[in-house]
T-cell receptor, first 114, second 114 residues
């Protein structure tokens, strides 16, 4: 069982470039989300989705775009990369069966914008 | 909005000593609380969760946490630290009346001294 799979694991971008971080889960979870992790700031929510076709903004959505065409996939798009987007990005999924449901995390994508 | 505060961004303990990592939450109603662990260059893994069924919660790897409503705390403890416990630990809260978003604390890095 693969769980939550993120690709790529590492990426270097030049300022102004665009790219898509991929996230896929094989647990049939309805809820998926993207976080960024920065030193001393914990994990901050970028965007989330409660099901296919439904997305919403989190705490730090500016500069990012998402879509959810299938239950399995939840890609995160950087429209025009900026150095401030240098971070480690985590995708997570959980079953929408209750508030105590555990969130499962991918291994992360380490992004550097130069 | 729900939030959690983790006191101490870095904690060092000797191998075999007690581990105590602090987490306080802000909420007018009992929230759902979680502790996650992140080993170097990995994603987050659930240690334990509080769901109001019991105030003392036991998790994996010998960790446990006690929910204290009077102190709005959910501190993580382990009686005897092991070298393999070196990691970053995150407290998180989910709003029982909101959507399924998890809000994370800023994390505590635990170092084990041989």
């Amino acid at each position: 069982n693969a769980g939550v799979t993120q690709t790529p694991k590492f990426q270097v971008l030049k300022t102004g470039q665009s790219m898509t971080l991929q996230c896929a889960q094989d647990m049939n979870h309805e809820y998926m989300s993207w976080y960024r992790q920065d030193p001393g700031m914990g994990l901050r929510l970028i965007h989330y989705s409660v099901g296919a076709g439904i997305t919403d903004q989190g705490e730090v959505p500016n500069g990012y775009n998402v879509s959810r065409s299938t239950t399995e996939d939840f890609p995160l798009r950087l429209l025009s990369a900026a150095p401030s987007q240098t971070s480690v990005y985590f995708c997570a999924s959980s079953a929408s069966t209750g508030w105590s449901t555990e969130a499962f995390f991918g291994q992360g994508t380490r992004l550097t914008v130069v | 909005a729900q939030s959690v505060t983790q006191l101490g961004s870095h904690v060092s303990v000797s191998e075999g000593a007690l581990v105590l990592l602090r987490c306080n939450y802000s909420s007018s109603v009992p929230p759902y609380l979680f502790w996650y662990v992140q080993y170097p260059n990995q994603g987050l893994q659930l240690l334990l969760k509080y769901t109001s069924a019991a105030t003392l919660v036991k998790g994996i790897n010998g960790f446990e946490a006690e929910f204290k409503k009077s102190e709005t705390s959910f501190h993580l403890t382990k009686p005897s630290a092991h070298m393999s416990d070196a990691a970053e630990y995150f407290c998180a809260v989910r709003d029982p009346f909101g959507n399924e978003k998890l809000t994370f604390g800023t994390g505590t890095r635990l170092t084990i001294i041989p």
